[in-house]
């Protein structure tokens, strides 16, 4: 199974207890989810295990990928380690799934796409402010006007060190 087929019927796998295990699933345009990611394809590597608790379909799952970021200190691009296992609980209303141990998904329908499930692990797991390791990132101290004024000023003397000296 190679990414074309990812969407399925959860219900029917959840009964079969299913086991996708190690299929690639190719994501286009995932600028569209942030622009901190370039807009190049990302394939992403999954094992998926379908499993039935309380009448609800779960999935178990296993995400891998080398997601190719911008920088926000130098915009130059590096590959952020994404890896990620969770287990989900796919339910109509998240009200209904309360007691249960494992995050719901909400899934209107018979059919789920992997790779929303896929794009929602990415926006988690994804850095508030995507940086290279910062001994790689050039750090250039950034002109400023006040950095400058702050040399010329000169250190005025406390008007109270004469009082210190006549005790």
């Known amino acids: 199974m190679k990414g074309k087929h990812s969407q399925i019927n959860y219900s029917i796998y959840a009964k079969q207890k299913r086991e996708l295990e190690d299929i690639e699933i190719t994501i286009e345009q995932l ?3 942030s622009d901190f990611i370039t807009a190049n394809p990302h394939t992403f590597v999954c094992s998926f295990s379908f499993f039935e608790e309380k009448n609800h379909t779960c999935i178990k799952y296993s995400i891998k ?3 190719q970021l911008i920088c926000q200190d130098s915009l130059e691009v ?6 990620i296992t969770n287990t989900i609980i796919i339910t109509e209303d998240d009200r209904l799934v309360e007691d249960s141990l494992y995050e719901p ?3 209107n329908s018979a059919i789920i796409d992997l790779k929303d499930i896929i794009k929602e692990e990415i926006l988690l797991d994804l850095p508030l402010i995507p940086k290279k390791d ?3 990132c050039k750090n250039t101290k950034k002109h400023s006007y006040y950095s400058e004024q702050e040399s010329v000023i000169q250190e005025k003397k406390n008007p109270f060190e004469i009082l210190k000296t006549l005790k």
């Open 134 to 136: 910062t001994s790689t």
């Open 78 to 83: 590096f590959e952020h380690d994404f890896n």
């Open 105 to 107: 998904f909400i899934c």
């Open 65 to 67: 990928a080398k997601l």
């Open 31 to 33: 600028n569209q989810i």
